[in-house]
């Protein structure tokens, strides 16, 4: 197995170790915070249960449920094959990220039947949809990829 491959496996599963760890401990923890903790003025940790996808878009019920687990397990797959095509550590890191988010939310989905989002940021100009760590190391691995994408793929393979 080539090394960015190797990489993205183990940020991978730290991911995914990470994000279940925490949920595990939060869903008990905020149970005895119904209402949420404010840490600072602007980022409460509460406890929110989402059935749907980024922003609640497409919440459903049993159907929707396994229609996502489903899709999110077919774009897992892929994002795997990938992984083993990666050719640079930092693609392979990305790719990674975004594995092993996709992997959290869809044992949450699996176990609890949604996902469990906990971190609230209220800014002053907007208030952004509650997410956990899953979801931070998708936007993270996403943002990896964008940038592999834009500054550092070989330009010259382009048609």
Known sequence: MRLPARIGLIVATLAVAIDQVFKINMVDYMAGHPYGIEVT??????????????????????????????????????????????????????????????????????????VADFFDFDLYFMRWPAFNIADVAIVCGVAILLVDSLFFEDKSTKT
Do not use: C, K, P
Not at 67 to 95: E, Y
Not at 96 to 110: E, P, Q, S, Y
């Open 41 to 114: 003025s602007f980022f409460r940790l509460v406890m929110v249960w989402n059935s749907g996808v980024s922003f609640g878009m497409f919440s459903g019920g049993e159907t929707t449920r396994w229609m996502l687990v489903g899709l999110s397990s077919v774009i897992s797959v892929v994002l795997l094959v990938w992984l083993f095509r990666a050719n640079t550590r930092f693609l392979g890191t990305g790719l990674g990220l975004v594995l092993g988010g996709a992997i959290g939310n869809i044992i949450d989905r699996i176990h609890f039947g949604r």
